[in-house]
């Protein structure tokens, strides 16, 4: 079992939390798809990213790093290259320009990354220079060419074959002048002669032994120089010179091939801290954006959360103009239940306490004043999805989820149940979830339980919570609002406080507020034998 | 330097269009080349699609290659780069596409002929066209396969049509062809149009739009084939059709029909390019339908090939002469004959 299930990572926002992670090269986007949360054991790992990420976030400097994600975003992938040299393949050109240009593009984030103080040498990015030194001699341009400099052969052979095409084109451009000047006839930029058939001078070109006609169409004809002997011995110069030079440039292309092959090391590690800074500059992003604090680890099975901001439910109520009301939980005994109005806020805690959690063991900041836990070998949200494809209903699926994971009670896990039982009747619910909470009072977990059953505050060890929710709303200023979602949102008081051991009736209040007829309302309240008045005057 | 490439060194990019294939395209590119050298202008070169291949894919027969001289800068795919006699510098990759590869900007080390694969979109064109103006004063795109491809001419300065004998079987008809396409790609800009329906053709949408700039969208992915509903959003209050996408046949047809219901009638277009019209239909709609585009093309000259590939030649005076008598306001040229 993964630590966070996809399930779970789904309910509590992890998933949307990682989607707004975004490295920029793809050495960093690879290694986001392998980030796991770490459990007990990695204590020392998380603490050091947790003050890596904090100490970007002391020295953090918008022009260095906007410099800095430029070039990230600059980073191609060389690692197929490296593998196919290391496999013994000689590599392309474009291979070698992407290779130089990442190892420049190294040495240049390496002296931009000097300047933060926070990085240790262990993430230093090593430069290949000897690779770097051969693919490009004598410093070489901004590109990748295989220059003459490369060899000393090469250059004498192509410096050879430059001056035969050099002779060639002027030997043609000689014959060329002598037949116009004998003839009065000009070429054309392609090398063509172009006569009429009934012109006179036909019959002159016909005799010429040097020109020959290439091309005849019905009413003229086209004539080329015929290649003298000279031209054929240049001709056939300039191809063996080909030959001598593409297989000259076949054996450098495939001594670099080596160079890089024998630098796999320090190419593979390059890119390996790359992506790992690259990770970092993100997740200091990402805390910038949501805010932060370093998270504390105690040894005991503890959970204190301080203001916490949910990312996923903020940034909702932002674009709706509104603010979140941050979620504060000290978690100590094995269960904790937390009880109150309906859209009082019970599950936004729950998923809350897994999400900052969640966060912080993927080596997250937490966007909370303060974090403090031991770290859990597992995180469970209650599932309760109707899953028709195996058969199963909202309460089958929650029973069979829990039946899964109940065993592991014995181990630091995050058990968080919102509303169990609530898909059957409320006799056995009720009964259901007193057991429940009595079978891991007993483990080494911690439990967070959200519920609308009654008789669950009291028990002994357990923990009650309760939603301020609309108890503190008088009449008057419940009729100042109008009456919708969104009056309800700022009128509620999502705070939580001890639990005073009964179970708050908010749910008629809040059907009021959400426009269920009045005539219901009122029916309801003689069924519960109030006056319909004293719904809101509770 | 020859009348064509003085012109051309005017300005600072240049599409070349060919009315088919085998209208002397490359020649004319040889010829833009060979003068921006001549001049010690510093050169670009890129295509929509795929060209400069040493034979025509299509038809199989051995066609000229673009040669292009030391220090000239070319975009072209991955694919392309060792097909040529050029020896080639890697400067620079751009992160566009085409089929064959990643477009990759380089710079020519020794002069030879150079296969050119460029983007297909026109957007990614005019992205490459600006990548290559950092290094060159004059940038040529050469169009490929379509008879006008990628409509290349809307993303540069100015624009060469390409004709010759391969599209007609005399003189009479290549003119007649030749003239009616770059009068269609000199379509002239539209003067009055609002923000609203600028930005419906640039997202190749289809409306309708009244004289106070309003704009009623019309709900249809494509307008090609002239869906009847069309004319129903036409009235004299809503009198103007803003055609993002291909003005065709059938949907000229249309408009003809709706202009006897809609007095003044207008159509915009967002360039000359995407104007696919018969001839004859469309010297008709002309004279019933105002028809504008958001991105006039600057049409500067015509090069005629009169050879057609399989070596069949209509007289090249002729043709020439032909073109500068209907349309003097353009340079026509025959490349390869004498003097230019």
Known sequence: ?538 | MNDLTALALRHQSIAVVGMGKNTGKTVTVNCLVAGAVQAGIALGLTSTGRDGESTDIVSALPKPAIYLPEKAVLATSTASLGRGTARLEILDTTGIYNALGEIVIARVREAGSVEVSGPERTGDLRAVIARLQDYAQLVIADGAIDRIAASAPSVTDAAILATGAVIGRDVQKVVGLTVNAARVLMTPAVSNLGEQGLALLEQGKIGVQNQHGQVKPIPLTTAIDAPPEISDYLSPDYNCLLVGGALSDPLAELLLQASWKVPGLKAIVQDGTRIFVEPGRWQRLLRRVAVNVIRPINLIAITVNPVDPRGRRLPGRQLVGGLRELMPELLVVDPMAEGG
């Open chain 1, 1 to 538: 079992m993964a630590l966070v299930e996809q399930p779970t990572a789904e309910r509590i926002g992890l998933n949307w939390v990682l989607r707004q992670l975004c490295p920029i090269s793809p050495y960093g986007k690879l290694l986001k798809t392998r980030m796991k949360a770490a459990g007990p054991g990695c204590e020392s790992w998380l603490t050091n990213e947790w003050d890596l990420v904090a100490g970007l976030l002391a020295e953090w400097q918008p022009d260095l790093l906007g410099e800095i994600e430029l070039r990230l975003g600059s980073f191609r992938e060389i690692r197929g290259a490296v593998k196919r040299a290391c496999q013994g393949y000689v590599l392309e050109d474009m291979d070698f320009f992407e290779l130089k240009r990442f190892l420049d593009l190294s040495r240049q984030l390496g002296e931009k990354l000097q300047q933060f103080k926070f990085l240790p040498s262990r993430l230093t990015i090593p430069v290949a220079v000897d690779l770097l030194a051969v693919l490009a001699p004598g410093g070489g341009g901004e590109g990748f060419y295989l220059a003459d400099s490369f060899t000393p052969a090469l250059a004498a052979l192509r410096q050879e074959q430059r001056e035969k095409k050099a002779e060639l084109s002027r030997r043609r451009r000689e014959l060329q002048a002598k037949v116009s000047q004998e003839t009065g006839q000009t070429f054309n930029p392609l090398g063509r002669l172009r006569i009429h058939k009934l012109d006179p001078a036909c019959k002159e070109l016909e005799i010429r032994k040097d020109i020959i006609a290439a091309a005849e169409g019905y009413a003229e004809l086209e004539y080329t120089i015929r290649d003298d002997e000279q031209m054929l011995a240049l001709g056939s110069a300039i191809s063996s010179l080909e030959e001598k030079i593409q297989e000259i440039e076949y054996s450098v292309r495939r001594d670099l091939s080596r160079e890089a092959a024998k630098n796999r090391r320090l190419l593979l590690a390059a890119c390996r801290r790359i992506g790992r800074i690259d990770l970092l500059l993100a997740k200091g992003r990402l805390a910038r954006q949501t805010g932060w604090c370093v998270p504390e680890l105690v040894n005991e099975s503890q959970l204190v959360l301080a203001e916490f901001i949910n990312p996923v439910v903020s940034s909702y109520l932002a674009k709706e103009g509104m603010i979140f009301q941050p979620v504060s939980l000290c978690l100590g005994t094995p269960v904790t239940v937390i009880t109150g109005a309906n859209m009082g806020g019970k599950s936004i805690a729950l998923r809350s306490a897994g999400l900052a959690i969640a966060m912080a063991q993927m080596g997250l900041l937490v966007p909370a004043r303060a974090c403090k836990f031991s770290l859990r070998e597992f995180i469970y949200y209650s599932q309760q999805e109707e899953n028709p494809s195996q058969g199963l209903s909202t309460f089958g699926t929650e029973i069979h989820g829990l039946a899964g994971v109940l065993p592991l009670r014995g181990q630091r896990g995050l058990f968080l149940l919102d509303e169990p039982a609530r898909g059957t009747n409320p006799w056995e619910g009720a009964a259901l979830v007193k057991a429940l909470v009595a079978w891991l009072d007993e483990g080494n977990s911690i439990t967070l339980v959200a519920t609308h059953f009654p008789g669950l505050s009291d028990m002994e060890g357990v923990t009650h919570l309760q939603v301020a929710g609309l108890a503190g709303l008088s009449r008057r200023d419940a009729e100042l609002q109008t009456q919708d979602l969104k009056s309800l949102q700022k009128l509620m008081d999502y705070s939580l406080v001890p639990g005073k051991g009964e179970i708050p009736r908010d749910a008629l209040r809040v059907a009021a507020f959400l426009g269920l007829a009045p005539e219901i309302i009122a029916h309801a309240s003689q069924e519960l034998g109030i006056a319909p008045q004293e719904v809101l005057d509770q």
